[in-house]
């Protein structure tokens, strides 16, 4: 009977217990990064009235008789469950989602960790727990923004206030497109010299600016014709005057093709009429010489193989013959034509350019000539054609000194940027690309807007690949970079352009695309700043942004991690201390080699279930009730027992 009793206060006495774990639990509902906790029960110790016996052959085994001496408890477990993350907006305050405790410390080298991440800083910067003083622990980066691998585990402490150093531009990063199409080559008159030129207008498709030296040597084209060797006539004169008797077979054949035949005419017909029935041939014109001789003119010059005409057959008494003289039997035929020997010879000297790009570039231009007249009017291919270059009354050649000069604008696109000297001082840079007699290629020079001077690598150019891709980004003189003084007292610039990778397009590119894209994107100079506020990245990352625009990591916070976090041991203040059983702390980088990640702005709720604890208040509160009465019953049993002496 005495076992029951001890029974129940076992019972009694460990309800009370899990009642204080539920009280904490509840009591820290609003705790930030609070993990609750819960108890195990276990039976107790247990008396044996009769062990087990062995089946034989002529009966089966019997079971032990044994009875329960009440119950304690096995474990108080803390259960680090997730908790939900609270958005403050403070930078300062991390939350951690996943495994993983936030390490804390003191000077003398003691760890503590913490899922609590409500931090700020103290007033020597120090990056802390502001509710325990300990330093938060991390990795410092150095002047660069690189967390060195063999830095080691200490305090956060970050230069509020403090100057950052200026820095030289030494890299100036090129992106982007330079439109291969592109033409603003305007074509303008310098100089007529001796050509008759009286035209020169349109944009050369090529696109490249400079001067155009054109020599034209050669003659015009010739028109062929025929002066007939009777002297004397008058517009009119008869043609029966003369002794023309047969009107009839009387033709004109033109360039070897058709046939034209003249009739109507009679003994009183005058030369004049004669004259206008030539001119109703289409290619021909006639007249009356001031000798007083008909003469016929082929309207179109060139070779008289080509542009020409043939008379029909002299008989006696006919035109042929009392006309234009020519003995029975015989033809007359057109002379004195000629094909133009004009050759047109352009020597263009670009703008801008090194090596071949340099020029001079000789090139042939292409005669336009009239298609009515056969006389050459122009010039076409200048430039790559686009340009229109006429002479209204005939070209003429040229004698030396008095040739025809054209000048052409450059095709040009421009980027500008800020770079910085080792003092901090600001200097505006610009880069210049022409446009190339070279396929694919541009020139650029770099200049500058203030009292600097570039002293080498001033000037360069930039080719790509028929698929548009980088070819190659140069200097000229054999330059690796450009050079800048300052004129400030600053140490000289030296600035390397990256233009992106040969063969790929992650730089400057080179497509017919209609328009200019391509611009400085970068460059890695700054002046002095100061530091200014902070962010916080997943990975632990402290970057500082300073009042030059410079965002550059200042430290890591380290997270740790356990092989038993339930083996933890609490130290109060919502901290932990590792035990034999925890496992020693695994430190490491959030999202990396430690899984957990943190969240900048949040802090981790309690991950107490309020619901949960109220069952469990609950289930506590009728297990306490059940074990009183068991002490209660015992005792009236022993009160009967205790009246059967009376």
Known sequence: ???????????????????????????????????????????????????????????????PVQLGLGMQVGTIDNLFLQGGLETTGQITDLAIQGSGFFILGDAKGNKFYSRAGA????????????????????????????IPSLATVGPISLPFGQQDPARASQVITLANNIDASASDSK?????????????????????????????????QAQNASFTGTIAGLGLNTTLGAIGVTDFTGFSLTIDSGSTESISGLSASSTVEELINSINQIQGLTASLTGGGAIKIDRDKAGAPANYGFVSSTSVAGNMVEQVFGIAAGGTFTSAGGAASTFIATDIFTPLKGTGSAAGPVV??????????????IGLDDFGGSGVNISAANGLTATTPGNELIIDTDATTHSTSINVFDSQGGKHTLTIEFFKSIITNRWEWTGST??????????????????????????YNGGNQSMTIDPRNGAANLSIAFDAGST????????FASGNHTANIIAQDGYGVGILEKISIDQAGNISGIFTNGVNRILAQILLADFTNQAGLR?????????????????????????????????LESSSVDIAQEFTSMITAQRGFQANARIITTSDSMLDELVNIKR
């Open 1 to 63: 009977m005495m076992a029951s009793l001890f029974s129940g206060v076992s019972g009694l006495k460990n309800h009370q217990v899990r009642m204080n774990v539920i009280g904490n639990n509840i009591a820290n509902i609003n705790t930030i990064g609070y993990k609750a906790s819960r108890v195990n029960f276990q039976e107790a110790l247990v008396q044996t009235f009769k062990g087990a016996g062995r089946p034989s052959a002529v009966q089966g085994g019997t079971n």
């Open 119 to 146: 931090f700020g800083f103290d007033a020597n910067s120090n990056f802390v727990d502001p509710a325990t003083g300990l330093f938060v622990l991390g990795k410092s980066a150095d002047s660069s923004g690189r």
């Open 187 to 219: 074509a303008s008159i310098v100089q007529v010299g001796d050509s008759n030129v009286n035209t020169v207008s349109g944009i050369a498709e090529d696109g490249v600016g400079g001067t155009h030296v054109i020599t034209i040597t050669g003659a």
């Open 363 to 376: 090139s042939s231009l292409v005669l336009h000539f009239d298609p009515n007249n056969g006389l050459v």
């Open 449 to 474: 807007t203030g009292s600097e001077v570039i002293t080498s690598g001033g000037t360069g150019f930039v080719s790509f690949n028929p698929d548009g891709s980088l070819n190659t980004f140069d």
């Open 503 to 510: 063969g790929q397009f992650d730089g400057l590119t080179g």
């Open 570 to 602: 609490k130290a109060g203040r919502s901290l932990y201390q590792p035990t034999a059983n925890s496992g020693a702390a695994v430190e490491g980088i959030a999202g990396t080699t430690i899984s957990g990640q943190l969240t900048s702005g949040a």
